[in-house]
């Protein structure tokens, strides 16, 4: 199956904007998603399809996907954002599920 | 209420086994694409098994062999037999249902802890 490369952490301060990749072969031809995880908690999804939010997720999260990067993006971060962001896609040859390995964010 | 509930986690010897349920509420397990997931201590999510609604089944390569999914209609419940299993196999295991239509997880249970340790 392919591989999602994800920055092991980044950081932000409140009230910006934070950036977290995810990157693979022409993953720009792939479906990606995204999902949030507190400690403690289960992954909870924040964009599916690339650029969609699912209901109750704030406008700040948003997505991008294309050529070998896809991105999440959260605007005006909170406090309450920090947490392990994780993107998906789905290995349609193999039938499963590729995680990429996940990024903590940091709210300074 | 929509939700999964999953149990049968807990500590087991190199070698053995164990099966996990999963429960659903609100929808039917077998008219979805049901999956297993889990995570390492401090670690990622990592895929480990899937059913389609039509009944047939994948695994991941580490477990291929040694776990089996399978599902009881009645019960509304999905369950993973994991057998020969070690220490690298501790996890929380989260069972989870797959939109196919775009191939992502929308619901997730709470996870059950599987510790493999002597």
């Known amino acids: 199956s392919f591989v999602l490369t994800q920055p092991p952490s980044v950081s932000v301060a409140p009230g910006k904007t934070a950036t977290i990749t995810c990157g693979g072969n022409n993953i720009g031809s792939k479906s990606v998603h995204w999902y949030q995880q507190k400690p403690g908690q289960a992954p909870v999804l924040v964009v599916y399809d690339d650029v969609h939010r699912p209901s109750g997720i704030p406008e700040r999260f948003s997505g991008t996907n294309s050529g070998n990067t896809a991105t999440l993006t959260i605007s005006r971060v909170e406090a309450g954002d920090e947490a392990d962001y994780y993107c998906?896609?789905?290995?349609?040859?193999?039938?499963?599920?590729?995680f990429g390995g996940g990024t903590q964010l940091t709210v300074l | 209420e929509v939700q999964l509930i999953e149990s049968g986690g807990g500590l087991v010897q190199p070698g053995g086994s164990l099966r996990l349920s999963c429960e659903a509420s609100?929808?039917?397990?077998?008219?979805?694409?049901m999956t297993w997931v889990r995570q390492a201590p401090g670690k990622g999510l990592e895929w480990v098994s899937s059913m389609y609604s039509g009944g047939s089944t994948y695994y991941a390569d580490s477990v291929k062999g040694r776990f089996i999914v399978s599902r009881d209609n009645s019960k509304n419940t999905l369950f993973l037999q994991m057998t020969s299993l070690r220490a690298e196999d501790t996890a929380i295991y989260y069972c989870?249902?797959?939109?196919?239509?775009?191939?992502?997880?929308?619901?997730w249970g709470r996870g059950t802890l599987v510790t493999v340790s002597s």
């Open positions: 609100g929808f039917t397990v077998r008219s979805n694409y």
């Open positions: 989870a249902r797959v939109v196919i239509t775009y191939w992502y997880i929308d619901l």
């Open positions: 998906q896609s789905w290995d349609s040859r193999s039938d499963q599920a590729v």
